[in-house]
């Protein structure tokens, strides 16, 4: 067949072969790919170049982009090749430890690094630790659903063989009794290598159903010491959906300006545990009274909330907790994140803390609702979420020092000795009180209460040592400090002066 174009050109068609076309045009396609992929790759090694040589010039260009230009957190990440695994340690396995956490996210979080010391100091695997799904929270996650379950296998690989399930053979199916128990609390490398290791030779899988403090905080050799640290600094990484909407949340903060995070530990259980009702209506402490009554594990019903307070044992209400704030020299324009759930009261009780602090945010008001929408009923994922920004912030301050504030207090100690303003409760209500009766003037109540924390603001101490009484004394999570300096260097670092200012 012939075809005569414009300029009578005869050209047939039938000479062309049938492939010819549809092969050119794959071509075509092939060539267009293979160059975006090569210019995707010079982007990326040009990146890492600039960092690598210049690091702060190519984060001050990311920080001026703005939050809705940017790509993906989760395609920032991939930009840097994960380093390579670390060869598997080779060693007999003496059974199976299978662990059931109790607690909040963060009791759960130190229980699994102690669980892993145990592990490995056993030589035993140790099966990916159950979450409690059985508390006042009633939170149905699971491992995989806060963090990353296998970097946590992978990264720890060369101390502890760590599986997802036990082998068929041991369950209940097969007619397998799993032994249970609860370790003792604070107990060192002689109580389980004496007293635990040989249930293993007699039931091959022991399932501990307590692990809250269940490992001493002092007395363990060094390198268990820095394996504890690696497990909660490196280990144990937030899910890719938790880690995104985390730094999603870091990130609008941080383009405004520094914040403060305040732990407002101001919620429905801390109050109903502690018998804390200052600043409570009659029916809000009958309220508190029966939700402690009818949980049977809150062992003491019957507590005199006043006298708590004196003692400093009560978490500061939001009006305490705006005087402070006020004292300590944060003024309107400062940015306040709530870290925290919800506040017993709700806006009745903050309306103190917002008419002082109008820059008050909860990841409720940053997000949208769709965002928080999969992490709904599911408590410890949304507290995994206000323990990145507390981590990330420029100062921390919780109102009452429990298990969230003392692993986030551990955290920016390892990040740099971080600003985290640890009140002292006891002193605070002594000086609160005098305020309020009119027997100490604003001037002075102020300058009390900056004298009161100079030394109170993250610096680098010692872990104060209690032998018998370890309950009392300072907690490994909270001030890690075999992770945080090396020999002398360390003596030196807590003997230096730090007169850090509170702006």
Same mark, same amino acid.
């Given at each position: ?54 690091? *702060? ?12 230009? @940017? ?9 840097? !090749? ?34 892993? =010391? ?44 760590? =599986? ?6 041991? !369950? ?21 290598? &004496? ?14 159903? *307590?692990?809250?403090? *269940? ?27 938790? &880690?995104?909407l985390g730094y999603k949340l870091v990130h609008v903060l941080q383009d405004q300006g520094p914040f403060v ?47 708590? @307070? ?27 994140? =709530? ?26 008001? =940053? ?12 408590? !410890? ?11 990330? !912030? ?16 551990? %955290?920016? @100690? ?66 890690? &400090? ?20 509170? %702006?």
């Open positions: 067949m012939e075809v005569r174009s414009e300029n009578n050109i005869q050209v047939r068609c039938d000479k062309i072969p049938s492939q010819l076309i549809p092969r050119t045009r794959l071509q075509v396609w092939f060539f267009r790919v293979c160059s975006s992929i090569l210019l995707w790759t010079c982007l990326i090694q040009l990146l890492a170049v600039c960092e690598l040589w210049h690091p *702060r010039l190519l984060t001050g260009l990311t920080n001026r982009i703005p939050w809705t230009s @940017r790509p993906p957190l989760r395609l920032q990440h991939s930009l840097h !090749s994960p380093p390579p695994l670390p060869p598997p340690r080779n060693y007999r396995s003496n059974g199976f430890l299978k662990v059931s956490c109790n607690g909040g996210l963060n009791q759960m979080r130190a229980a699994i690094c102690d669980m892993v =010391i145990v592990a490995r100091l056993l030589n035993l695997t140790l099966v990916v630790p159950e979450l409690d799904k059985t508390s006042f929270w009633a939170d149905p996650s699971d491992f995989g659903d806060i963090f990353d379950v296998s970097h946590f296998i992978d990264s720890l690989r060369d101390e502890v063989r760590i =599986i997802k399930r036990l082998p068929k053979k041991f !369950s209940r199916k097969y007619g397998f009794q799993t032994f249970r128990m609860s370790p003792v609390s604070w107990s060192n490398e002689k109580y389980y290598l &004496e007293q635990i290791l040989p249930l293993f030779s007699k039931h091959k899988v022991v399932h501990f159903n *307590r692990t809250d403090t *269940r490992l001493a905080n002092n007395g363990i050799q060094l390198d268990l010491q820095k394996l504890r640290c690696r497990v909660n600094f490196q280990g144990l990484k937030f899910t890719p959906e938790i &880690e995104t995070a305040l732990h407002l530990r101001y919620e429905m259980d801390m109050l109903a545990f502690s018998g804390c009702t200052h600043g409570c209506t009659v029916e809000e402490a009958e309220e508190l009274k029966r939700l402690r009554y009818a949980y049977p594990w809150w062992r003491e019903k019957e507590i005199m909330s006043e006298e708590r @307070r004196q003692q400093g044992l009560c978490p500061l209400t939001p009006e305490e907790a705006t005087l402070v704030l006020q004292a300590l020299g944060f003024d309107k324009e400062t940015q306040i994140y =709530i870290a925290s759930g919800e506040i017993y009261g709700s806006e009745r009780r903050l309306a103190s803390l917002r008419a002082a602090f109008p820059h008050i945010v909860k990841k409720e008001t =940053i997000l949208d609702p769709a965002e928080l929408q999969q992490f709904q009923n599911h408590s !410890s994922q949304m507290a995994a979420l206000d323990f990145m920004v507390s981590v990330a !912030s420029n100062t921390f301050i919780p109102t009452y020092y429990g298990n969230m504030a003392k692993v986030v207090e551990g %955290h920016r @100690r390892y990040l740099g000795f971080k600003r985290s303003i640890l009140p002292d409760r006891k002193k605070l209500v002594e000086l609160l009180d005098l305020h309020q009766n009119g027997t100490l003037p604003w001037n002075d109540f102020a300058l009390a209460v900056r004298q009161v924390h100079e030394k109170r603001m993250g610096q680098p101490f010692h872990r104060r040592i209690i032998p018998d009484k370890p309950k009392e004394e300072d907690y490994f999570y909270a001030n890690p &400090e075999e992770c945080l300096c090396e020999g002398t260097k360390c003596e030196d670092l807590v003997g230096r002066s730090n007169s850090s200012t509170l %702006h």
